[in-house]
């Protein structure tokens, strides 16, 4: 079992900024491309970003391209969400998850994700 914990969230002011990790210990962290999902009550699961094992390729949902970036550093077995220009739409759990799966650009759909994170809440509130 692959186990990720997410750090950071809390409360950000709408315009503000908020970083996210999802790390392991475990030594295949970079056998996974690793997503980001966000659930806010009433609304369906939305996968929002994603980036490839290596570090090579990202995806973005246009919903957050430009404003979002992922990254990750294998060495650390760690991969990072900075969120800029939060939205108060944008409350929600924030979940990382891991996908086997490979793909030359990863995959936002949750399904292929068979590793989850516990979750971290974000509120974007003044």
């Known amino acids: 079992q692959l186990q990720l914990v997410e750090s950071g969230g809390g409360l950000v002011q709408p315009g503000g900024s908020l970083r996210l990790s999802c790390a392991t210990s475990r030594f295949t962290f970079d056998y996974y491309a690793i997503g980001w999902f966000r659930h806010a009550p009433g609304k369906e699961r939305e996968g929002f970003s994603c980036?490839?094992?290596?570090?090579?390729?990202?995806n973005y949902a246009d919903s957050v391209k430009g404003r979002f970036t992922i990254s990750r550093v294998n060495a650390k077995n760690t991969v990072y969400l900075k969120m800029n220009s939060l939205k108060p739409e944008e409350t929600a759990i924030y979940y990382c998850a891991a996908n086997p799966i490979p793909r030359l650009l990863c995959s936002i759909l949750g399904y292929e994700y068979n590793y989850w994170g516990q979750g971290k809440k974000v509120t974007v509130s003044s």
């Open positions: 980036i490839s094992s290596s570090g090579g390729s990202t």
